[in-house]
T-cell receptor, first 111, second 115 residues
């Protein structure tokens, strides 16, 4: 079954509102990666978190990795229409050599 | 560098037909993989390869075969297509053999419809 779940599955926001997607794993992850897929496009790497409790920022995007390394979040401040797309988390289970992707959150930004 | 390339971009098959989805990368990456993307399911790993001559199964391997005769190419074969294989297929590669800190580079995808 699906090992990495993301919520919500869909999110519609007005431009300028904030947005958060949550990623939860049933097992401990050695790291977490985040990807963005524009409509009709392919996933593109955004960032990687490795340490427990790690927080990283990219302009309006803030990424967190949970203390137990089982969950993560992506927060976008003041969304713009360019933020539209599906955001995926992906992680390696400790000891595994394959990346497991979350179910994704599709973000729509209403101008 | 072209990165990861996939052909064809679109394909329609009839049930029972066979075909090969092509994937190539020019970054000298050791690790290559195939994912399928279905609504609400995220990206699910079909098969992967940690180097030329080595392949292994992912989460959803049934109905698909792969081979890795060169570092650059990693084709995915459907021997007898079924409607359940209607999906978008992505090939990805990374530098090392599935090392956990490596970025995955994705190809543009192949949209497959099986009637």
């Amino acid at each position: 079954g699906q090992q990495v779940m993301q919520i919500p599955q869909y999110q519609h926001v007005q431009e300028g509102e904030d947005f958060t997607t949550y990623c939860n794993s049933s097992t401990t992850l050695s790291n977490i990666q985040w990807y963005k897929q524009r409509p009709g496009g392919h996933p593109v790497f955004l960032i990687q978190l490795v340490k427990s409790g790690e927080v990283k920022k990219q302009k309006r995007l803030t990424f967190q990795f949970g203390e137990a390394k089982k969950n993560s979040s992506l927060h976008i401040t003041a969304t713009q229409t360019t933020d539209v797309g599906t955001y995926f988390c992906a992680g390696f289970r400790t000891g595994a050599n394959n990346l497991f992707f979350g179910t994704g959150t599709r973000l729509t930004v209403i101008p | 560098n072209a990165g990861v390339t996939q052909t064809p971009k679109f394909q329609v098959l009839k049930t029972g037909q066979s075909m090969t989805l092509q994937c190539a990368q020019d970054m000298n990456h050791e690790y290559m993989s195939w994912y399928r993307q279905d609504p609400g399911m995220g990206l699910r790993l079909i098969h992967y390869s940690v180097g030329a001559g080595i392949t292994d199964q992912g989460e959803v391997p049934n109905g698909y075969n792969v081979s890795r005769s060169t570092t650059e190419d990693f084709p995915l074969r459907l021997l007898s297509a079924a409607p359940s294989q209607t999906s978008v297929y992505f090939c990805a590669s990374s530098l090392r053999d599935g090392h956990s800190t490596d970025t995955q580079y994705f190809g543009p995808g192949t949209r497959l419809t099986v009637l």
